[in-house]
């Protein structure tokens, strides 16, 4: 994979030293010798990715960083801050500032290449679903942008896994006061409890004793319901190659022993807000396909998604020579409601209605608002004889119970109309299924409404 990087330097030399190293690597390199023009290229959604140096005239790093990081425009752009400076409080002050990593000068190709590579492919991620997030602002979904701003990184759920007491007891002790952290020292169960604990990160060390960590990181990574949980590992100074393997197969940062409690805070607060904007982001896509299906007022799948379902259910049924029915259901003089009580207490009648109907249909069933007061019930492997039976059944009980309105301070009784067609065999098709049934319901209406009348085959 490739990805553009932005190289901010005021120093020319470090500038086409970072530049010529990343090229050979294949990436997209542009560059920047101020904070100012850096925010700028950033704000214009020019660069995946910025390489940043701390030590600037006008603006240091730790500005620029604080800056991108507050920004709702920018602050899902990694940085990675690149110094000479290798105190942890220097560390731990860029991390503080939103960094996503800080490197020492001189940088190791290796580390530099992998940490890019591990950072742009996580952003790509979380670009894909925040430009789904956008679309689905048109929809009336608020963006996450401003929860993720607020969001300070505290109150995770977290497993350490570690077999050795005197180091796990130590992390939990670091970080008790700011995160729910719970203890694995099995790594075969802590993939089973990482499947189950809905987590918002893991801490693994890469020295246990009588498993290959990496290995777990590679299972975490291949199993659907853990892959999208970060991964902060735990190794000795001295590890550089398991740490390159590490990034390419998946874990999110490292710690290296011995372990300064600001820095573990600090990673640990990243990864956790990092957790949380990007399950915002899923669950807003989750929400946009929900409304693009569904009916905002019954709750029932909408007319769009019937067609195309229908289609499939009835090709289905037509291949395996299973029966199929289709009911059209029509509330009885729905516009007196309205005209009598108003619009609040059609609603409310068109609620309880939908309610009803999923009392009485099977998991298997489809259930949808066609359009006003019509509803559409499909009813796969199910003949008309059966159909005719539920169909009569919901309609008794319809007619049985009124409806409230108006907050239950009132009641109206309802009944309704029902026509029932069912499959003819394979060339039958979705489109005059549905018409038959229509049909047969405008015979039940013309005949004086509350009544249910099959198609005349």
Same mark, same amino acid.
């Given at each position: 994979?490739?990805?553009?990087?932005?190289?901010?330097? *005021?120093?020319? @030399?470090?500038?086409?030293?970072?530049?010529?190293?990343?090229?050979?690597?294949?990436?997209?390199?542009?560059?920047?010798?101020? &904070?100012?023009?850096?925010?700028?290229?950033?704000?214009?959604? /020019?660069?995946?990715?910025?390489?940043?140096?701390?030590?600037?005239?006008?603006?240091?790093?730790?500005?620029?960083?604080?800056?991108?990081?507050?920004?709702? @425009?920018?602050?899902?752009?990694?940085?990675?801050?690149?110094?000479?400076?290798? /105190?942890?409080?220097?560390?731990?002050?860029?991390?503080?500032?939103?960094?996503?990593?800080?490197?020492?000068?001189?940088?190791?190709?290796?580390?530099?290449?992998?940490?890019?590579?591990?950072?742009?492919?996580?952003?790509?991620?979380?670009?894909?679903?925040?430009?789904?997030?956008?679309?689905?602002?048109?929809?009336?979904?608020?963006?996450?942008?401003?929860?993720?701003?607020?969001?300070?990184?505290?109150?995770?759920?977290?497993?350490?896994?570690?077999?050795?007491?005197?180091?796990?007891?130590?992390? #939990? @002790?670091?970080?008790? !006061?700011?995160?729910?952290?719970?203890?694995?020292?099995?790594?075969?169960?802590?993939?089973?409890?990482?499947?189950?604990?809905?987590?918002?990160?893991?801490?693994?060390?890469?020295?246990?004793?009588?498993?290959?960590?990496?290995?777990?990181?590679? /299972?975490?990574?291949?199993?659907?319901?853990?892959?999208?949980?970060?991964?902060? #590992?735990?190794?000795?100074?001295?590890?550089?190659?398991?740490?390159?393997?590490?990034?390419?197969?998946?874990?999110?940062?490292?710690?290296?022993?011995?372990?300064?409690? !600001?820095?573990?805070?600090?990673?640990?607060?990243?990864?956790?807000?990092?957790?949380?904007?990007?399950?915002?982001?899923?669950?807003?896509?989750?929400?946009?396909?929900?409304? #693009?299906?569904?009916?905002?007022?019954?709750?029932?799948?909408?007319?769009?998604?019937?067609?195309?379902?229908?289609?499939?259910?009835?090709?289905?049924?037509?291949?395996?020579?299973?029966?199929?029915?289709?009911?059209?259901?029509?509330? *009885?003089?729905?516009? @007196?409601? !309205?005209?009598?009580?108003?619009? *609040?207490?059609?609603?409310?009648?068109?609620?309880?209605?939908?309610?009803?109907?999923?009392?009485?249909?099977?998991?298997?069933?489809?259930?949808?608002?066609?359009? &006003?007061?019509?509803?559409?019930?499909?009813?796969?492997?199910?003949?008309?004889?059966? #159909?005719?039976?539920?169909?009569?059944?919901?309609?008794?009980?319809?007619?049985?119970?009124?409806?409230?309105?108006?907050?239950?301070?009132?009641?109206?009784?309802?009944?309704?109309?029902?026509?029932?067609?069912?499959?003819?065999?394979?060339?039958?098709?979705?489109?005059?299924?549905?018409?038959?049934?229509? /049909?047969?319901?405008?015979?039940?209406?013309? *005949?004086?409404?509350?009544?249910?009348?099959?198609?005349?085959?």
């Amino acid at each position: 994979m490739t990805a553009r990087v932005l190289v901010v330097d *005021d120093v020319p @030399a470090n500038v086409k030293l970072l530049e010529a190293r990343l090229s050979a690597e294949y990436f997209d390199v542009i560059t920047a010798m101020s &904070g100012e023009e850096a925010l700028a290229i950033c704000e214009r959604a /020019q660069c995946d990715l910025v390489l940043l140096d701390v030590m600037m005239p006008d603006m240091d790093g730790f500005e620029v960083c604080r800056r991108l990081k507050s920004n709702s @425009a920018t602050h899902h752009i990694p940085v990675v801050m690149v110094t000479a400076l290798d /105190q942890p409080s220097d560390k731990v002050r860029g991390l503080e500032a939103g960094a996503d990593d800080f490197l020492t000068k001189p940088i190791p190709e290796l580390a530099l290449t992998a940490r890019v590579r591990s950072l742009a492919r996580l952003k790509m991620v979380v670009d894909e679903l925040r430009m789904r997030a956008l679309t689905s602002r048109d929809i009336g979904i608020e963006s996450p942008e401003r929860e993720a701003l607020a969001d300070t990184g505290r109150g995770g759920r977290l497993m350490i896994v570690d077999d050795r007491p005197a180091s796990y007891e130590r992390v #939990a @002790a670091m970080l008790s !006061n700011e995160q729910e952290v719970e203890i694995e020292t099995d790594p075969t169960h802590a993939l089973f409890r990482a499947a189950d604990g809905n987590f918002d990160l893991l801490i693994v060390s890469l020295t246990l004793e009588n498993f290959d960590a990496l290995r777990l990181c590679s /299972q975490l990574r291949s199993l659907e319901r853990t892959r999208n949980i970060p991964i902060l #590992a735990i190794t000795e100074p001295d590890n550089n190659a398991r740490m390159v393997r590490g990034l390419e197969i998946g874990v999110n940062d490292f710690l290296l022993r011995p372990i300064d409690k !600001n820095e573990l805070l600090a990673r640990v607060r990243s990864q956790v807000r990092k957790r949380r904007y990007s399950e915002r982001l899923r669950d807003n896509l989750q929400m946009s396909i929900e409304m #693009a299906i569904t009916d905002a007022l019954t709750g029932l799948f909408n007319r769009r998604y019937m067609e195309s379902h229908l289609t499939t259910l009835v090709e289905q049924a037509a291949s395996r020579g299973k029966p199929l029915t289709v009911m059209v259901v029509d509330i *009885d003089y729905f516009k @007196a409601v !309205n005209d009598s009580h108003g619009h *609040d207490a059609g609603d409310d009648v068109l609620r309880d209605f939908a309610l009803r109907i999923k009392r009485s249909i099977r998991g298997i069933d489809l259930a949808c608002r066609y359009g &006003g007061e019509e509803f559409v019930l499909v009813m796969p492997e199910t003949d008309m004889a059966v #159909a005719a039976m539920v169909a009569e059944r919901l309609r008794r009980r319809i007619a049985a119970e009124p409806f409230a309105i108006q907050q239950g301070s009132r009641v109206v009784p309802v009944t309704i109309s029902i026509g029932i067609a069912a499959l003819r065999g394979k060339d039958d098709t979705a489109a005059s299924v549905l018409k038959r049934a229509d /049909q047969a319901l405008y015979r039940a209406k013309r *005949d004086g409404r509350n009544r249910v009348v099959p198609d005349a085959a």
